[in-house]
């Protein structure tokens, strides 16, 4: 797997959605996809299944569970990529290393764990814009 998928003539960065990324687009409100746009250009997104699970069993819980309905219904029209892991987290870093990709989170942890292995991250900051953090 490449860091930029090319299609047609447009080069596109490989973008991975954690779920609180995923959940917070419900949550905000903000043109999430726009935003992307302006970081890193044209883009690929990729949503890892362990993060699905991880909505799923959120899904199951009664507080929420519109939004990660509403969550889980997106996600549908993005591609999905497995990877053998112990925790979403975990998928997501394998998955960004081997992909050369851009990790979104609002995650503190998982952020400074992706930035120890120097793999770009996209977060929001103010509730109003999303940030990348190379």
Do not use: C
């Not at 447009?10 to 992307?36: G, P, Q, Y």
């Not at 362990?50 to 990660?68: P, S």
């Not at 998982?110 to 900051?125: D, M, Q, T, Y």
């Amino acid at each position: 797997m490449a860091f930029d998928w090319v299609r047609g003539d447009k080069i596109r960065k490989t973008v991975i959605l954690d779920s609180s990324a995923i959940l917070m687009f419900f949550e905000f409100s903000l043109n999430w996809e726009k935003e992307l746009a302006r970081l890193v250009g044209a883009y690929h997104l990729l949503v890892p299944t362990a993060v699905i699970n991880e909505l799923q069993i959120l899904a199951k819980r009664e507080k929420g569970q519109k939004k990660v309905a509403a969550a889980l219904k997106l996600i549908t029209k993005y591609q999905t990529i497995s990877e053998d892991a112990d925790s979403a987290d975990e998928a997501l870093l394998k998955i960004a290393k081997k992909s050369q990709g851009i990790v979104v989170t609002n995650d503190k942890d998982l952020r400074e764990r992706l930035k120890n292995h120097r793999i770009p991250v996209i977060f929001l900051r103010g509730k109003k814009k999303l940030v990348l953090d190379e």
